[in-house]
Nanobody
C-alpha cells in the first residue's frame, strides 16, 4: 500500500517555472515512479518516469524543459518544469509502478496514483 500526495501546482505565465512535489508513504522506493497529466478533452499521457536505477524517460513534448528527480531521504519525487507553455496546462498526477524497476513513459503501468495537482499556464 503506497499513498502519494502531490503539491506545487499553480498558475504561471508562459515561460515560467514550477516544481511539483510528491511525497510517498513508502520509505524505500525501489520501483519506477513518474508523472502523468491530463488536459480537458485530451487523453491522459505519461510525462516523465524515474526508475529505481536512475534511468529517466520523458515525453517528447517536455524533453529539455522538465526534469524528474527524487530525494530518497524525504521519500519525495519532484518534477521541475521550466519554460512552461500553455499546452502544459493539465492536471498532473504522481504515480508509482511497484511492478517495474524502470520503464519508458509509454510503458509505465501505475498501480498507485496521487490526487493530482493543477498546473495552468497562460499566454
Amino acid at each position: 500500500q503506497v499513498q502519494l500526495k502531490e503539491s506545487g501546482g499553480g498558475s504561471v505565465q508562459a515561460g515560467g517555472s514550477l516544481r511539483l512535489s510528491c511525497v510517498s508513504s513508502d520509505t524505500e522506493i525501489d520501483y519506477a515512479m513518474g508523472w502523468f497529466r491530463q488536459a480537458p478533452g485530451k487523453e491522459r499521457e505519461g510525462v516523465a518516469v524515474l526508475g529505481a536505477d536512475g534511468i529517466t524517460s520523458y515525453a517528447d513534448s517536455v524533453k529539455g524543459r522538465f526534469t524528474i528527480s527524487k530525494d530518497n531521504a524525504k521519500n519525495t519525487l519532484y518534477l521541475q518544469m521550466n519554460s512552461l507553455k500553455p499546452e502544459d496546462t493539465a492536471m498532473y498526477y504522481c504515480v508509482a509502478d511497484t511492478g517495474a524497476v524502470a520503464a519508458l513513459v509509454e510503458g509505465l503501468e501505475p498501480d498507485y496514483w496521487g490526487q493530482g495537482t493543477q498546473v495552468t499556464v497562460s499566454s
